[in-house]
């Protein structure tokens, strides 16, 4: 089976902290994804990655970063926390082509970082 | 640009009842749908997909869809519902083509509500 880890479940963290989200897939998916959740909003995707130092901006980029140096892992980084980036953050990974591809995203668990 | 639509917010439904959480997307192309459930605090899990083929879908969990292209709809049904399956349900549609064809929009998420 797939396994997308997520590497803290809970976070709180206060304004103005950067923090760092990492995000570990084991299945060689070459597109990694960071969505953000938040209620009555559904999934928005922040960035996205097709390889390794690839990224591409999502439809929520502002005050994100991201860093992807090896396959397997993708990292989120919030450099200046805000109380508004209180929100489940959810990494997801998938294949592009190929003999495996089957389509869908496989999700991590969930990071839930509180901003104070 | 791709977009899906979840028209409620919430369904409720009695245990034993079929049940049906509605999705409608627009998307230029042949599109690729998908259905996830997510339960408290977790993250998303994968339950069916359309690509190409039947218009009638098996998932997960005993859960089914119909891909409807003229109605651009993908209602996913149960015929009997199980307390378990209360939980949020996020439809998803990918265009295979074109730019950002890596990743999934998601719609907003209904609530799903089984009573005993």
Known sequence: DVKVTQSSRYLVKRTGEKVFLECVQDMDHENMFWYRQDPGL?????????????????????????????????????????????????????LTSGRRYTGELFFGEGSRLTVL | AQSVAQPEDQVNVAEGNPLTVKCTYSVSGNPYLFWYVQYPNRGLQFLLKYITGDNLVKGSYGFEAEFNKSQTSFHLKKPSALVSDSALYFCAVRNPSGAGSYQLTFGKGTKLSVIP
Not at chain 1, 43 to 63: A, C, N, Q, T
Not at chain 1, 78 to 89: D, I, K, P, R, V
């Open chain 1, 42 to 94: 559904g999934l928005r995707l922040i960035y996205f990655s097709y390889d390794v130092k690839m990224k591409e901006k999502g439809d929520i980029p502002e005050g994100y970063s991201v860093s992807r140096e090896k396959k397997e892992r993708f990292s989120l980084i919030l450099e200046s926390a805000s109380t508004n980036q209180t929100s489940m953050y959810l990494c997801a990974s998938s």
